[in-house]
Protein backbone atom coordinates (compact mmCIF):
# COMPACT_ATOMS: atom_id res chain seq x y z
CA UNK A 1 0.00 0.00 0.00
CA UNK A 2 2.99 2.48 0.68
CA UNK A 3 4.51 1.82 -2.30
CA UNK A 4 1.29 2.59 -4.46
CA UNK A 5 1.00 5.74 -2.47
CA UNK A 6 4.61 6.50 -3.18
CA UNK A 7 4.35 5.78 -6.77
CA UNK A 8 1.11 7.65 -6.97
CA UNK A 9 2.61 10.61 -5.29
CA UNK A 10 5.74 10.44 -7.78
CA UNK A 11 3.11 10.44 -10.69
CA UNK A 12 1.20 13.35 -9.73
CA UNK A 13 4.16 15.43 -8.92
CA UNK A 14 5.57 14.50 -12.33
CA UNK A 15 2.76 15.57 -14.05
CA UNK A 16 2.62 18.96 -12.16
CA UNK A 17 6.22 19.77 -13.23
CA UNK A 18 5.66 19.13 -16.97
CA UNK A 19 2.51 21.15 -17.04
CA UNK A 20 4.34 23.98 -15.12
CA UNK A 21 7.33 23.27 -17.65
CA UNK A 22 4.86 23.31 -20.91
CA UNK A 23 3.07 26.67 -18.90
CA UNK A 24 6.74 28.28 -19.11
CA UNK A 25 7.42 27.46 -22.73
CA UNK A 26 3.89 28.68 -24.44
CA UNK A 27 3.76 31.87 -22.51
CA UNK A 28 7.18 32.58 -22.44
CA UNK A 29 7.04 36.31 -24.33
CA UNK A 30 10.51 37.55 -22.84
CA UNK A 31 8.86 39.05 -19.87
CA UNK A 32 8.19 42.53 -19.18
CA UNK A 33 11.25 44.53 -17.72
CA UNK A 34 12.04 48.27 -18.24
CA UNK A 35 15.71 48.22 -17.77
CA UNK A 36 17.84 45.86 -20.65
CA UNK A 37 20.25 43.57 -18.47
CA UNK A 38 22.99 46.14 -19.40
CA UNK A 39 21.52 48.53 -16.73
CA UNK A 40 20.50 45.90 -14.22
CA UNK A 41 23.94 45.04 -13.63
CA UNK A 42 25.30 48.28 -14.13
CA UNK A 43 22.89 49.93 -11.48
CA UNK A 44 23.82 46.77 -9.25
CA UNK A 45 26.99 48.20 -8.47
CA UNK A 46 27.08 52.05 -9.37
CA UNK A 47 23.15 52.90 -8.07
CA UNK A 48 22.93 55.76 -10.47
CA UNK A 49 19.39 54.84 -11.29
CA UNK A 50 17.33 53.25 -8.96
CA UNK A 51 17.06 56.04 -6.12
CA UNK A 52 14.64 55.68 -2.74
CA UNK A 53 13.10 58.92 -1.94
CA UNK A 54 14.13 59.16 2.13
CA UNK A 55 12.21 61.86 3.67
CA UNK A 56 12.86 64.15 0.26
CA UNK A 57 16.61 62.66 -0.68
CA UNK A 58 17.05 60.58 -3.45
CA UNK A 59 19.39 58.05 -1.82
CA UNK A 60 20.18 53.93 -2.64
CA UNK A 61 18.19 51.36 -1.69
CA UNK A 62 20.91 50.27 0.22
CA UNK A 63 20.76 53.00 3.09
CA UNK A 64 17.30 52.08 3.22
CA UNK A 65 17.93 48.96 3.94
CA UNK A 66 20.59 49.14 6.57
CA UNK A 67 17.97 51.49 8.77
CA UNK A 68 15.98 48.84 8.52
CA UNK A 69 18.77 46.05 9.71
CA UNK A 70 19.52 48.05 12.37
CA UNK A 71 16.11 48.88 13.36
CA UNK A 72 15.35 44.50 13.21
CA UNK A 73 18.48 44.19 15.54
CA UNK A 74 17.24 46.60 17.82
CA UNK A 75 14.02 45.63 18.52
CA UNK A 76 14.50 41.93 18.77
CA UNK A 77 17.14 42.57 21.05
CA UNK A 78 14.62 44.75 23.13
CA UNK A 79 12.23 42.25 22.89
CA UNK A 80 14.57 39.28 23.56
CA UNK A 81 15.57 40.96 26.87
CA UNK A 82 12.51 42.17 28.06
CA UNK A 83 10.25 38.92 27.60
CA UNK A 84 13.09 36.14 27.42
CA UNK A 85 16.06 36.58 29.36
CA UNK A 86 14.09 36.87 32.75
CA UNK A 87 12.57 33.08 32.26
CA UNK A 88 16.13 32.10 31.06
CA UNK A 89 16.01 28.64 33.25
CA UNK A 90 19.50 27.20 34.64
CA UNK A 91 18.69 24.33 32.06
CA UNK A 92 17.71 25.81 28.94
CA UNK A 93 15.26 25.79 26.43
CA UNK A 94 15.32 25.31 22.64
CA UNK A 95 15.49 28.95 22.35
CA UNK A 96 17.51 29.76 25.26
CA UNK A 97 20.05 27.18 23.90
CA UNK A 98 20.12 29.45 20.19
CA UNK A 99 20.62 32.43 22.33
CA UNK A 100 23.42 31.36 23.82
CA UNK A 101 25.27 29.33 21.19
CA UNK A 102 24.68 33.11 19.17
CA UNK A 103 26.09 34.63 21.77
CA UNK A 104 28.63 32.43 23.04
CA UNK A 105 30.20 31.66 19.58
CA UNK A 106 31.38 35.59 19.46
CA UNK A 107 32.13 35.66 23.09
CA UNK A 108 34.62 32.55 22.58
CA UNK A 109 36.11 33.90 19.68
CA UNK A 110 36.77 36.88 21.20
CA UNK A 111 38.37 34.79 24.20
CA UNK A 112 40.49 32.62 22.05
CA UNK A 113 42.05 35.36 19.67
CA UNK A 114 42.82 38.16 22.59
CA UNK A 115 42.57 36.67 25.93
CA UNK A 116 44.68 39.56 26.96
CA UNK A 117 41.74 42.16 25.88
CA UNK A 118 38.31 40.88 24.53
CA UNK A 119 35.15 42.96 26.82
CA UNK A 120 34.53 44.81 24.11
CA UNK A 121 35.64 42.78 21.57
CA UNK A 122 33.11 40.21 22.06
CA UNK A 123 30.60 43.12 21.94
CA UNK A 124 31.75 44.50 18.80
CA UNK A 125 32.21 41.03 16.94
CA UNK A 126 28.83 39.80 18.03
CA UNK A 127 26.91 43.04 16.71
CA UNK A 128 29.24 43.32 13.40
CA UNK A 129 28.60 39.56 12.83
CA UNK A 130 24.74 40.14 13.78
CA UNK A 131 24.36 42.85 11.45
CA UNK A 132 25.87 41.21 8.37
CA UNK A 133 23.97 38.04 9.09
CA UNK A 134 20.51 39.98 9.41
CA UNK A 135 21.54 42.50 6.16
CA UNK A 136 22.12 39.77 3.77
CA UNK A 137 19.25 37.25 4.84
CA UNK A 138 17.06 40.20 4.94
CA UNK A 139 17.42 39.54 0.93
CA UNK A 140 14.85 36.95 1.23
CA UNK A 141 11.95 38.64 2.22
CA UNK A 142 11.67 40.48 -1.25
CA UNK A 143 10.50 43.12 -0.19
CA UNK A 144 9.56 45.98 -2.28
CA UNK A 145 10.47 49.46 -2.21
CA UNK A 146 9.42 51.89 -4.72
CA UNK A 147 12.36 54.31 -6.80
CA UNK A 148 11.73 57.50 -7.61
CA UNK A 149 10.77 57.14 -10.95
CA UNK A 150 8.07 54.88 -10.09
CA UNK A 151 9.70 51.20 -10.63
CA UNK A 152 9.62 49.02 -7.72
CA UNK A 153 12.87 47.30 -6.70
CA UNK A 154 13.45 44.42 -3.89
CA UNK A 155 15.63 45.64 -0.99
CA UNK A 156 19.23 44.56 -1.44
CA UNK A 157 21.39 43.74 1.40
CA UNK A 158 23.12 47.03 3.28
CA UNK A 159 26.66 46.27 2.08
CA UNK A 160 25.93 45.25 -1.69
CA UNK A 161 26.48 48.56 -1.64
CA UNK A 162 30.23 49.84 -2.32
CA UNK A 163 29.32 52.62 0.55
CA UNK A 164 28.05 50.19 3.13
CA UNK A 165 30.72 47.72 3.07
CA UNK A 166 33.97 50.54 2.88
CA UNK A 167 32.31 51.57 5.99
CA UNK A 168 32.22 48.53 7.92
CA UNK A 169 35.81 47.68 6.37
CA UNK A 170 36.88 51.44 7.74
CA UNK A 171 35.22 51.48 11.03
CA UNK A 172 36.44 47.86 11.82
CA UNK A 173 39.85 48.78 10.74
CA UNK A 174 39.75 52.18 13.46
CA UNK A 175 37.90 49.48 16.00
CA UNK A 176 41.14 47.64 16.15
CA UNK A 177 43.61 50.48 16.21
CA UNK A 178 41.46 51.19 19.15
CA UNK A 179 42.89 48.32 21.06
CA UNK A 180 46.04 48.26 20.06
CA UNK A 181 46.26 52.29 21.41
CA UNK A 182 44.36 50.91 24.85
CA UNK A 183 47.39 48.41 25.66
CA UNK A 184 50.14 50.03 23.84
CA UNK A 185 49.22 53.79 23.59
CA UNK A 186 51.10 55.51 20.42
CA UNK A 187 53.29 52.21 19.69
CA UNK A 188 49.23 50.19 19.00
CA UNK A 189 48.75 52.86 15.93
CA UNK A 190 52.22 51.72 14.43
CA UNK A 191 51.27 48.60 14.99
CA UNK A 192 47.65 49.04 13.25
CA UNK A 193 48.82 51.16 10.77
CA UNK A 194 51.48 48.24 9.25
CA UNK A 195 48.05 46.85 8.23
CA UNK A 196 47.43 49.69 5.61
CA UNK A 197 45.58 46.79 3.28
CA UNK A 198 43.25 45.76 5.83
CA UNK A 199 40.18 47.90 5.16
CA UNK A 200 40.52 48.06 1.90
CA UNK A 201 40.55 44.29 1.91
CA UNK A 202 37.86 43.55 4.08
CA UNK A 203 35.77 46.23 2.59
CA UNK A 204 36.18 44.35 -0.82
CA UNK A 205 35.90 41.26 0.17
CA UNK A 206 32.27 42.26 1.73
CA UNK A 207 31.57 44.21 -1.62
CA UNK A 208 32.39 41.71 -4.15
CA UNK A 209 31.18 38.51 -2.12
CA UNK A 210 27.67 40.07 -1.70
CA UNK A 211 27.52 42.23 -4.93
CA UNK A 212 27.98 38.69 -7.02
CA UNK A 213 24.95 36.92 -5.12
CA UNK A 214 23.02 40.01 -6.05
CA UNK A 215 23.97 39.91 -9.63
CA UNK A 216 23.55 35.90 -10.37
CA UNK A 217 20.56 36.36 -8.70
CA UNK A 218 19.12 39.50 -10.96
CA UNK A 219 20.48 37.42 -13.87
CA UNK A 220 18.01 34.51 -13.24
CA UNK A 221 14.95 36.74 -12.43
CA UNK A 222 15.49 38.60 -15.52
CA UNK A 223 14.92 35.77 -17.62
CA UNK A 224 11.92 34.55 -17.61
CA UNK A 225 12.64 30.78 -19.04
CA UNK A 226 14.22 29.62 -15.59
CA UNK A 227 12.49 32.59 -13.00
CA UNK A 228 10.26 29.84 -11.90
CA UNK A 229 11.69 27.57 -9.70
CA UNK A 230 16.03 28.21 -10.35
CA UNK A 231 15.65 31.46 -8.40
CA UNK A 232 14.72 30.30 -5.50
CA UNK A 233 17.14 27.41 -5.38
CA UNK A 234 19.88 30.35 -6.17
CA UNK A 235 18.38 33.34 -4.14
CA UNK A 236 18.48 30.97 -1.07
CA UNK A 237 22.07 29.44 -1.84
CA UNK A 238 23.84 32.56 -2.12
CA UNK A 239 21.98 34.73 0.20
CA UNK A 240 22.78 31.86 3.25
CA UNK A 241 25.85 31.23 2.27
CA UNK A 242 26.88 34.89 1.69
CA UNK A 243 25.55 35.47 5.27
CA UNK A 244 27.20 32.21 6.82
CA UNK A 245 30.76 33.35 5.38
CA UNK A 246 31.08 37.38 5.24
CA UNK A 247 30.01 37.03 8.92
CA UNK A 248 32.65 34.57 9.80
CA UNK A 249 35.14 36.21 7.89
CA UNK A 250 35.05 40.06 8.85
CA UNK A 251 34.12 38.59 12.66
CA UNK A 252 37.55 36.09 12.37
CA UNK A 253 40.03 38.86 10.95
CA UNK A 254 38.65 41.85 13.29
CA UNK A 255 39.08 39.28 16.35
CA UNK A 256 42.59 38.14 15.05
CA UNK A 257 43.83 41.80 14.47
CA UNK A 258 42.59 43.02 17.17
CA UNK A 259 44.26 40.52 19.40
CA UNK A 260 47.38 41.45 17.66
CA UNK A 261 47.69 44.88 17.63
CA UNK A 262 46.61 44.90 21.46
CA UNK A 263 48.87 42.56 22.81
CA UNK A 264 51.31 44.13 25.47
CA UNK A 265 55.12 43.67 24.24
CA UNK A 266 57.45 44.28 26.86
CA UNK A 267 60.72 45.73 26.63
CA UNK A 268 63.52 44.09 27.02
CA UNK A 269 65.37 44.56 30.51
CA UNK A 270 68.16 46.61 30.07
CA UNK A 271 71.69 45.91 31.08
CA UNK A 272 72.99 46.97 34.77
CA UNK A 273 75.94 49.16 34.22
CA UNK A 274 78.42 46.98 36.78
CA UNK A 275 77.92 44.31 33.71
CA UNK A 276 78.92 46.76 31.19
CA UNK A 277 81.63 47.82 33.16
CA UNK A 278 82.88 43.97 33.70
CA UNK A 279 82.30 43.39 29.69
CA UNK A 280 84.71 46.18 29.29
CA UNK A 281 86.96 45.49 31.73
CA UNK A 282 87.41 41.62 30.54
CA UNK A 283 87.97 42.88 26.94
Do not use: C
Amino acid sequence: MDKEKRTRFLVITGIILVLILVGIITTNKGGEHHETIKEVMRDAVLHEDNKISFFGLAVNPSLVAAYITTAILLIMALLIRIFAVPHFKLVPGKFQSVIEMWVGYFDNLAKTNSPHLNTVLGAYVFAAGSYIFVGTILELFGAQLITTTGNPIAIPAPLADINGAVGMGVFSYLFIMSGGIWNNKIKGVGLTLKEFSLPISMSFRLFGALLSGAIVTELVYYYMTVSFVLPVIVGIMFTVIHAVVQAYVLTMLTAMYYGEVSEVHEKKPKEKKQKKKEVAAEA
